[in-house]
Each structure stands twice: as structure tokens, then as C-alpha cells.
């Protein structure tokens, strides 16, 4: 019972819980959140108008920028796109196709860590900050071999990849998930017997399967309200039906059901990687379409056709037919979609982002009112949001 | 070309209401019209169950009558199935009725069409801008919207 004034207090942009410049409007009923409103666009830099007047291969380092957490997914759902809108998707050689999945599996670890390691830390467990920043240390190292950048990797191309795996990054990846499930049984140790963390997470921010259909939440955050819904699974791409993994799902509903879930993840990931290092074989890494994939700079330096094929690329862009396709791809924090309207010229007409954390940012409100302020923080780390995605 | 299973039956249900569909690489389109389209969602979500909003956004087709299209991506989680459905809406009455009765995720999607296409929604709940500045004039994501801002020279390429 309270006899008080309701209080509006400010919470963001700039707040360290708020995982970037998520500005939040909460009433208050003492410590109690009657309304939460969430606002944001602070980083909008108009992704989707730049876009339109950059031709396809140019905004592969514009998807780098949304869920800047794990970069190499958004470049994969956005080459994926562009693979359906050209007809290419069967051209894609097989080495390519496993390095995407290792890659992508490779990045769902980095974001989970980044996940585990704030979401920890927002609620007072410091020492898992640490620990799992030191294991991201390592993918980021992992990246700057491949790709020559730590954060924005580029790595992905319409067609395949831009270069081949480095000599010994095979025996990196090894050592990394021969550590892996060390590290998390570490992280477990300091988290899932606590009784301080298991009191602000039990219970908290707690959503049923049927609304969180509703109000859209997808990846890890869904299937713990129960839904049993993976796209690697349900719509696969890249070859992901040819791997033997599970789909982890748990009836809780709540923050620890999600805590539980993403640990998980980082497991099978674990074992999907495994899978991709048995099945790279030696092979091509781009599609033999010469009009649409930028050759190697092998043959644009030694060929005519390549050159020529290099120029027109470069100064014009491939043209794919009329026509608007959707490609979803199941990034760390949710579906991550691409919807491509093609009027026929060399970029893009409309090119529509459907962000995962934008839409699982929408959930906050009804997860948080009614609870206690210091919820907040656990739900919004539980949500696992980036606001480059969320704006564009 | 087989026709999508839910395309007959939404023609059965609505059969002045579907204007063209369209198929392009095994992904079916449906365009129909605006003034039936919380029914016609309603019936994919009950009766066919598409249950989920992937995405909602607006393209502009500038030059070209109707200027505007809504595009809804829908999903069914069930049997994994994706349907796309389009609405055309005209430029001197661009409005269109909210489907956020339907689906509770359209909320924040129409506010975004709204913030950056300009295309509005009748009886939505909250309809502001979501992306933009609560002042910011105009609707950046159309087509006569300049790339670098209102009040600049447009850009005219890096070696011009």
C-alpha cells in the first residue's frame, strides 16, 4: 500500500545498464515501475537511406554497424539476401558455406559473452566480466586474423569470402573450443549456485510464450518462454541442416530461463564448430559467377576478365532482376532480416532491416512494470539489446 | 507454378479483396487492398495461423500510382511457413488501419513507418516518432527526401 506521489525519473542515455544510449522514461511508485517508456534513436544513422544509394557490394560494411556485437551475422544475413535476389544461392561453394557457419557459431559465442559478461556485471557479479572479456580476447584476435579488424569484420562477400582461412587458424579454433566449455562451466561456478544472483533472476521479467509472439521477441529470449523456434533449424541456410545440433528450450519464462538458455547455446555452438572443422575441405571460397562476385585480386591483376569483370563491378554494380525476396537469418539476440526490393538497377531500391533487438526492446514495458526498479537492470541485460541495431 | 496453399484460401475468404500475387524465388507475395487488411490479417492469424509479425515497413515507388506500398512479412511458427502481404495506399490519403490489434509487435514497427515513410495508422495506440527527433520535419526514408538532409547540396557522387 502506498500513499505517495507517483515520480518520473530519467533513466539513460547516459546510464552504464542501459548497454549503450537507451533512454528510459520510468514512473515511479516508490520503488515500484508503474510505466516504462522506452525512447530511442540516438545512433540512428540512416542505414537503410544510405543503402539505396550504395550498390550491393558497397553496403556489406554498413551491416558491420548494426549489431556491432557479432558483426560476421549480419553480414550473413545481409549476403544471403543478396544471394536469394540474384539466384546465386546454390552457386555458393561448400568451403565458403562452412566458414559462414563457423564463423557465424564463432560470433554467437563472442555476443553471449558479451551478454553473460554485462548482464553480470549490471547486477553486481564483477569477476564474470572479466573472465568472459579475456575469452573474447581471444575471437577478437580470432577476427583480426581473418579479417584484419577486431570488431567491424567484413569478412563475408556476395558469393563467399573475401580470403581464404590464414595458416594455423584452424588449430586457433580448436584450442578455443577445447577451452570453451572450461570456461563456461567457470562461469556457471560463480553464477548458477548463487544465491544472490539466482534472488535477481528467478522470477524476474517473467513473459508467456503466447506474448512474447505477440510483441515479437525471437531468438534465445523466445525460446525460453517455451517456444520451440530456431531458424537454423526451421529455415535453414548456409548448410546448417547438414549439422547435428539442438535446439535448447525451457518452460521458465523468466531471466533465469534465459540465463540458462544462452548457456546452452554457447555449448552447442561449441559443438557446431567442431562439426565445421571436420567438414572443411580445401576448395574455392567464392561462387564461379563472374558478373556478380568481385574476383580475386589474383586475376585482376593477372587476367583481362577479371579486370574487366573487377571494373564493371566496382564502377557500375551487378543488376539483379525486379523482384523483393525476405532472408531471416538467426542472429545471437534474435531474427535478423533482410528484405530486399530490387527495381532492377545496380542498387538496391529498398532494403529494410528487421533489427532482433529492436523488436525485443518493445517486450521491456510489460516485463518491467509492476516490479521493482532494480529490475530493470536485469531485464534490460536479460533482453541482451544493442542500440546499433535497434537504430539503424 | 504450384500456387501457395494460402493464397486460395485467402481468395475463398476474400475474393475482391486480393488484386495480384506475385512468386519470386519461391516466396509468394499477395497484394490486396487496404481497406480490408486487419481482416484479412486477422484471418491469416486465426484461421491460417501466421502468427507472427516478422516486419512491417513502407517502400515508396515515387513517380508511380499508388505511390506507397505497406509490406507486411509474415511467419507461421508452426509450420515454418513466410507469406509476404502488400498494401497499396495512395499518396493524398496515406493512411492505413492499424494491424497492432492483430499482432502486438506492429506497434513500434508502424511507429517507424510512420517516423521515416509518413505513412500513418488509424487507431494506433501511440503513434509518435521513434527514430527521429520528436520535431524533425519530414520523412527521411521517401524517396524525394534528400540523402544528406533538407537545406543541403545533394550529393553528386565522390568525383563530382
Known sequence: ?392 | MSEHAAVAKLKGKFPDSVLDVVEFRGETTMIVKKEDIVAICSFMKKDLGYNFLCDLCGVDYLGKSPRFMVVYNIYNITTKDRLRLKVPVEEADARVDTVSGVWGTANWHERECWDLMGISFNNHPDLRRILMADDWVGHPLRKDYPLQGPGREPYKGRYK
Open chain 1, 1 to 392: 500500500m502506498s500513499f505517495t506521489e507517483t515520480m518520473t525519473v530519467n533513466m539513460g542515455p547516459q546510464h552504464p545498464s542501459t548497454h549503450g544510449v537507451l533512454q528510459l522514461v520510468l514512473e515511479l511508485d516508490g520503488e515500484t515501475v508503474t510505466k516504462a517508456t522506452p525512447h530511442i534513436g540516438f545512433l540512428h544513422r540512416g542505414t537503410e537511406k544510405l543503402s539505396e544509394n550504395r550498390t550491393y557490394h558497397q553496403i556489406i560494411p554498413l551491416t558491420d554497424r548494426l549489431d556491432y556485437l557479432a558483426p560476421m551475422h549480419n553480414n550473413l544475413g545481409y549476403v544471403l539476401a543478396v544471394e536469394k535476389l540474384f539466384g546465386i544461392t546454390d552457386k555458393i561453394p561448400e568451403r565458403a558455406k562452412v566458414v559462414r557457419v563457423m564463423m557465424a557459431e564463432i560470433t554467437r559465442i563472442k555476443s553471449h559473452l558479451v551478454w553473460i559478461a554485462c548482464h553480470a556485471l549490471d547486477i553486481g557479479a564483477m569477476t564474470v566480466f572479466i573472465y568472459a572479456f579475456r575469452e573474447r580476447e581471444h575471437i577478437m584476435n580470432m577476427y583480426e586474423k581473418l579479417s584484419g579488424a577486431r570488431m567491424t569484420s567484413n569478412y563475408f562477400r556476395v558469393g563467399g569470402l573475401s580470403a581464404d582461412l590464414p595458416d594455423g587458424f584452424e588449430k586457433d579454433v580448436r584450442d578455443f573450443i577445447d577451452a570453451m566449455p572450461g570456461h563456461i562451466d567457470t562461469y556457471e561456478g560463480l553464477l548458477t549456485g548463487n544465491k544472490i544472483w539466482q534472488k535477481r533472476v528467478m522470477g524476474v521479467g517473467e513473459i508467456s510464450g503466447e506474448a512474447a509472439i505477440d510483441i515479437g521477441l525471437t531468438g534465445p529470449a523466445l525460446r525460453s518462454s517455451g517456444v520451440d523456434w530456431d531458424l537454423r533449424r526451421d529455415n535453414p541456410y548456409s548448410g546448417y541442416e547438414d549439422y547435428n545440433f539442438k535446439v535448447h528450450v525451457d518452460d521458465g519464462c523468466d531471466t533465469w530461463a534465459r540465463y540458462k538458455v544462452r548457456l546452452l547455446e554457447m555449448r552447442e555452438a561449441c559443438k557446431i564448430i567442431r562439426q565445421c572443422l571436420d567438414k572443411l575441405k580445401p576448395g574455392p571460397i567464392l561462387a564461379d559467377c563472374p558478373k556478380i562476385c568481385l574476383p580475386p585480386k589474383k586475376n585482376v591483376v593477372n587476367t583481362i576478365e577479371g579486370l574487366i569483370h573487377h571494373f564493371k563491378i566496382i564502377t557500375e554494380g551487378p543488376k539483379p532482376e525486379v523482384g523483393e525476396i525476405y532472408q531471416g537469418v538467426e542472429n545471437p539476440k534474435g531474427e535478423v532480416g533482410f528484405y530486399l526490393v530490387s527495381d532492377g538497377s545496380p542498387r538496391p531500391y529498398r532494403m529494410k532491416i528487421r533489427p532482433a533487438s529492436f523488436v525485443n526492446l518493445q517486450a521491456l514495458p510489460q516485463m518491467v512494470e509492476g516490479r521493482l526498479i532494480a529490475d530493470v537492470v536485469a531485464v534490460i541485460g536479460t533482453l541482451d539489446i544493442v542500440l546499433g541495431e535497434i537504430d539503424r
